[in-house]
């Protein structure tokens, strides 16, 4: 009774003065309802755009029809916010410096532009490893060049999607929000990817409460395979596409942070379906996998997942033994040269002492090349030994004397205790 004379209120107060008298099928103007008129009078809705959205629904086409709720549908996927490289808690996470990690960062981009072993003719190229497998001990760097990757791929438009997990991170501590997280990321970075994973998503309206292979076959896979097959009459015309820019990068880093060992199995498992599904368009599912039709991805465009972890039992077990060699390329830290890291350590313990110099105004032959070469000997390669090294002595105090008491604090061994507390 009440909501009944609560609806015969609104009504009564409805201004029919002011709306418009136009058949419904070629409406477009503003919604008006007395008072509720301003609220909405730049809201305009063309009806007509979306007569057949939900005949159309269930059809696969090269054009799908955009319904109104596709922002909606799209923002609705799970999603962690933290897990971008980008994200606002990581803008103060440092790249890698100029003149650093040079040869390792030019590898790195060969392979994600398609190079390595036999780079050259397409058919070499597609059958390139497209997992890359950086592994070092904590505090190597390893999470800083996988920013400076993800920045450089970002910058030219070829960035799928990154996913940096933290230990106890809340939802970047977990594989609960991966898939999704990508999912969106891909439909925002990839405007040509879009309207697939929203077809994906009216087409499996629960795939978000389904399993990682689930979600991965139908948030990932499915649509690159989809828009590789709407794209496939254009690309055939057009001879003059760099064979680089097929190539999407994902980036995954310190997979070893996420929860539960079987959650990363997971992952690594997905990631090389990837592989496998990428490689080929007749992949069979494995015996353990569901006989419902893979989604492939033709030549045009490809996955490239960057991926960083610690060198732990679990993960090398899983490249070693269940990954073919053949479709993953490694690189430990631990490769790279004494002297090549000595001078990136140099260079990096510059950088942040020339800063300190200058905030503390101390003067200008400070601190000097020998404190320089013995710092980066104590740091033996790990940058976040070096980072915190560098914080200690710029932090805690303003006279001029401060910073570089700290130094020699740290020169003689002294100062280590306050490095750990």
């Not at 981009?109 to 997992?131: F, I, S, T, V």
């Not at 990839?190 to 795939?207: C, M, N, S, V």
């Not at 990932?220 to 690309?235: F, H, Q, Y």
């Not at 960057?306 to 390329?329: G, N």
Request: charged share 20%.
């Amino acid at each position: 009774m009440a909501a009944g004379c609560f609806a015969q209120q609104i009504i009564s107060s409805i201004s029919t003065n002011n709306c418009s008298q136009t058949a419904v099928g070629s409406f477009k103007g503003p919604v008006c309802f007395g008072g509720i008129e301003s609220e909405y009078s730049n809201k305009f809705i063309d009806i007509s755009r979306f007569g057949s959205i939900h005949n159309d629904e269930d059809e696969e086409t090269n054009a799908f029809p955009f319904s109104i709720d596709h922002t909606d549908v799209l923002g609705s996927l799970p999603y962690a916010i933290d897990a971008p490289f980008n994200a606002y808690r990581r803008q103060h996470d440092p790249t890698c410096l100029p003149d650093t990690r040079v040869d390792l960062l030019k590898q790195i981009c060969n392979w994600a532009d398609g190079g390595g072993r036999g780079r050259g003719r397409e058919e070499d190229r597609r059958d390139q490893p497209r997992l890359f497998w950086l592994s070092g001990q904590a505090g190597t760097g390893k999470s800083t060049i996988a920013r400076t990757i993800a920045r450089r791929y970002l910058a030219t438009a070829r960035l799928g999607a990154s996913f940096f997990f933290t230990r106890n991170g809340g939802d970047v501590g977990h594989a609960g929000k991966f898939v999704t997280s990508i999912a969106r990321q891909l439909a925002s970075n990839i405007p040509t990817l879009e309207p697939h994973i929203y077809t994906a998503l009216r087409r499996r309206r629960d795939i978000v409460n389904q399993s990682l292979v689930d979600q991965w076959d139908e948030l990932v896979l499915r649509p690159l395979a989809d828009l590789n097959s709407s794209s496939s009459s254009s690309s055939r015309n057009n001879t003059n596409t760099d064979p680089a820019s097929s190539y999407i990068l994902i980036v995954v880093d310190a997979l070893d942070e996420c929860e539960h060992d079987d959650d990363i199995g997971m992952i690594l498992n997905i990631l090389a379906k990837s592989e496998s599904v990428v490689s080929s368009s007749s992949s069979a599912p494995s015996p353990k996998e569901s006989t419902r039709p893979t989604p492939t991805c033709t030549p045009r465009t490809q996955l490239r997942i960057f991926l960083t972890s610690r060198p732990q039992i679990s993960i090398r077990w899983a490249f070693y033994y269940q990954i073919p060699e053949a479709e993953h390329e490694d690189f430990g830290l631990e490769q790279v040269g004494g002297a090549v890291m000595d001078e990136d350590m140099a260079v990096f313990f510059r950088h942040n002492l020339v800063l300190i110099r200058q905030r503390h105004g101390l003067h200008a032959a400070w601190p000097g090349e020998e404190a320089v070469h013995q710092l980066t000997q104590m740091a033996a390669g790990f940058f976040r030994w070096a980072s915190t090294v560098c914080r200690y002595i710029d932090r805690g105090g303003a006279s001029r004397s401060f910073a570089d008491n700290r130094l020699r604090a740290i020169l003689r061994g002294s100062g280590s205790a306050a490095l750990t507390a």
